[in-house]
Structure formats: C-alpha cells, structure tokens
C-alpha cells in the first residue's frame, strides 16, 4: 500500500497478499481501459479470489487463462504474475505479437490461486503448500489444489491422507478456491488455453498427468513446448525440459491441466519455473525479474500460437 | 510462527529400483517429519527433502545404511529465511 503506483512498484521484491491486493488495484485504476478486477469467488477463510481481465473490447473473445499460486510456498510464481500484469500492459501498444493478441484475444490472469495459504507462508509457516481448510477427523490442516480437479480425481498420484501433501481433499471441486476456477471457465466457454505457473524443476508439461495415455494432440503440444522453450532459454540459457505431466515428471491424478484438456482447452500446459536445485522454494529475490522475464518468453509463444491457430 | 533452524534440505538420487522403493518408504514414514520438496519420481531423478534437526541424524543413518548415497543442498534453512525476510523489510522501507 506505501506504492504510489504500478511504476514505483518494486517488482523485484516478494510482497504480502496485501500488497498484491493494493498492486492489482493500482494496476485497474491506472488502466481502465485495459484492465478490469474479477472476483470469482472467496477462499475458504473468506479472501477474495481476484482474476485480472486484460481486453481491448468485443464480447466473450477468445481468451487465455493464467494461474499463479496454486502452492502457496512456490513465491517466485505469485511475485512472476506481478510482474506478467505489469508486463501486458506496458507491452500492450508497443509490442506487435502482444499487441495482436490482445487486438483478438482477453487474457485472464489469477496471481494468487491460494490466497490462505500464501497468508500462511508469510505469517505462520513460510513452507505452507496447500489450503488452509481443517479437515473433518484429522488434525491436519488443508488440501492440495492441485490434486481437487476432476480429472481421475483421487486416483494414482494423489492422496486420500489429509496429512499427505498431496491431499486430493473430499470430492473433485470440494474447494471453493477449484471451483470458482471451474466455474468463471466453463460459464466463459471460450477459454483457449489454459496455463498454470508452479515452481521449482524448470519444467514445461502438457496432459496427461493421471495416464501415460498421449494426449489426442500430443504431437502439436510437443512441438510447441520446444519452441517455448527454446525461447525460454534463448535469454539467460535456463534449460527446461518438457514433456506430457506423466512422462516428464511422474504420475499425478486430479491436476488442472488434465482437467482443461478434458474440457476442450487444447493448450493446457503448466509450467516450473526456476531452479532445479539449489534454493529450492526459497529463490532469492534477485531472480524474480529474470525468471519472470524467461517465463513470459515461453507464455508469448504458447499465447500466439494459441492466436494463430484458432480452433 | 513456525521456524527452522538447523533443518536441512536433502537431496537424494535413486540409483536403481531398490534405492526408489526405498525412497518411497521414505515418504510413507511419519516418525521422521519429512517434507518432500521434490517427490520421489524415478531412478536418477532427484528427490529433495526437507529434514527437521532432531531428526537428521537417523535419517541420514538410515540413508547410509541402504548405500543411498545423499547431499546436503541447504544447509540450515532457517538462515535462507532469516535472509528472505530481512531482504522484505529493506525492500517495504525503501
């Protein structure tokens, strides 16, 4: 709140929710135009889900969805959104592949899917990774959201043991923080991709996650996952390996991608950013600029051939 | 609030099937309090674990005495967040 505006932001440091809150704000007054604030749905303690709506005009365009957050203790993905919002609108005007995008196209960016959580990594427990929802006979406390989505949900990958981590929680779509997800998509019906930012492994996947079933457009996604790379690592050389979700890393039931894909949304990919090993959840501050930077290279070429093979 | 000092962070790489399952019992195992940062995915895929200070010795006895070979990658936690936190600070008084 001690910001003036979206310029004097210190993007290059990690924020409180409060301040993410107060950026959002700031970034909709100063763009209203551009910019408008969606509140899809509160978290199960009651705080705002927020989703930016970036749209040059029209009527249920076509539209590309973002998310950060989904693991509350992966900071360099809700400090990367900052810095993507920031980043649409400066680009927006002056940046011609952008620029054509959003001429055509709304994105839809969510910085902060567990907004509990990232409140409980900043006050309680920095290493926090899911929500904040007691759990009915456990003493242990949340579930993974990553693992709510119906998609083979509570199968091979997840777990049924509130204290697990990877907690599936009682029924596909049983947190508010999924649901509201998957119904703004599914009352929007022209969402076309569908991209979820986590941290860390430097990884860039696509269905499937639950079956080593290929995806019915495995090839497509694989190509363009190597050119998001590619791009990806044409700035600072950060190597990224990609494949399917179940390939590439390793059996997981119930994510959202998997869940997007199965909706219709061809281009669901979720992303790791940095590192592979050394800081882990704890990435200095100092590599927020440039992981955000690299990750938006590899979000550019998946959002414009989302714009240049319309389906 | 929640600290961690003298917590490590472990990285482990499973050779060969055995060294895997054993990893996976790893994850199984509540008396020990791990934290999995990277879960246990394949042979040669590196497992991260967050390991509390009153149980990093039996754990790491417990690696040595399967032959699964282990590095510390951090070394105390607690003084990476200790970092992250004064580096907040300086930023919100900048």
Same mark, same amino acid.
């Given at each position: 709140s001690q910001h003036r505006n979206t310029d004097s932001f210190d993007y290059s440091s990690y924020h409180t929710l409060s301040e993410i809150y107060s950026f959002q704000d700031m970034l909709v007054a100063e763009n209203p135009n551009l910019v408008s604030k969606i509140v899809i749905g509160q978290s199960y303690e009651g705080r705002p889900l927020n989703v930016l709506k970036f749209s040059t005009g029209g009527t249920n365009r076509p539209a590309i969805w973002i998310d950060n957050g989904i693991h509350s203790r992966e900071w360099i993905t809700q400090a990367s959104g900052i810095?993507?919002?920031?980043?649409?609108?400066?680009?927006?005007?002056t940046d011609p592949t952008l620029t054509a995008i959003l001429d055509n196209m709304d994105i839809f960016l969510e910085m902060v899917i567990n907004p509990d959580g990232f409140y409980y990594t900043h006050t309680t427990n920095r290493l926090w990774r899911k929500t904040r929802k007691p759990n009915p006979g456990s003493s242990c406390i949340g579930v993974d959201l990553n693992r709510n989505w119906d998609a083979d949900f509570g199968g091979p990958g997840a777990s049924s043991y509130p204290c697990s981590i990877t907690?599936?929680?009682?029924?596909?779509?049983?947190?508010?923080?999924v649901k509201s997800i998957v119904d703004f998509v599914k009352s929007h019906g022209n969402i076309k991709a569908f991209l979820s930012v986590h941290s860390y492994s430097?990884?860039?996947?696509?269905?499937?996650?639950?079956?080593?079933?290929?995806?019915?457009?495995q090839a497509e996604l694989d190509s363009l996952a190597l050119k998001a790379v590619t791009d990806l690592a044409s700035l600072y050389g950060t190597t990224y390996t990609y494949g399917s979700f179940f390939d590439?890393?390793?059996?997981? =039931?119930?994510? =959202?991608?998997?869940?997007?894909?199965?909706?219709?949304?061809k281009y669901a990919y979720t992303l790791e950013q940095r590192d592979t090993g050394t800081y882990g959840f704890l990435l200095p501050a100092n590599q927020i600029i440039p992981t955000a930077t690299e990750t938006w290279l590899a979000l550019m070429a998946i959002m414009d051939h989302t714009y240049q093979n319309p389906y | 609030k929640k600290?961690?000092?003298?917590?490590? &962070?472990?990285?482990?790489?499973?050779?060969?099937?055995?060294?895997?399952?054993?990893?996976?019992?790893?994850?199984?195992?509540?008396?020990f309090e791990l934290d999995f940062w990277r879960g246990v995915t394949g042979v040669s895929m590196p497992v991260d674990v967050r390991v509390p200070i009153h149980n990093l010795e039996s &754990?790491?006895?417990?690696?040595e005495a399967q032959n699964t070979e282990y590095s510390v990658m951090i070394?105390?936690?607690q003084v990476l967040l200790d970092r992250e936190q004064e580096e907040m600070k300086s930023a919100a008084r900048a």
């Open positions: 810095w993507f919002a920031k980043k649409i609108v400066t680009d927006y005007g907690y599936s929680g009682p029924s596909a779509h049983s947190e508010s923080e430097q990884l860039l996947l696509y269905p499937y996650g639950y079956t080593m079933t290929p995806a019915e457009d590439a890393l390793y059996q997981g =039931s119930g994510t =959202s991608i998997d869940w997007a894909y199965n909706q219709g949304i | 600290t961690f000092e003298g917590h490590q &962070v472990l990285r482990i790489i499973p050779k060969d099937d055995a060294q895997l399952s054993l990893m996976k019992n790893l994850e199984d195992m509540n008396e &754990v790491k006895m417990y690696l070394k105390d936690l």
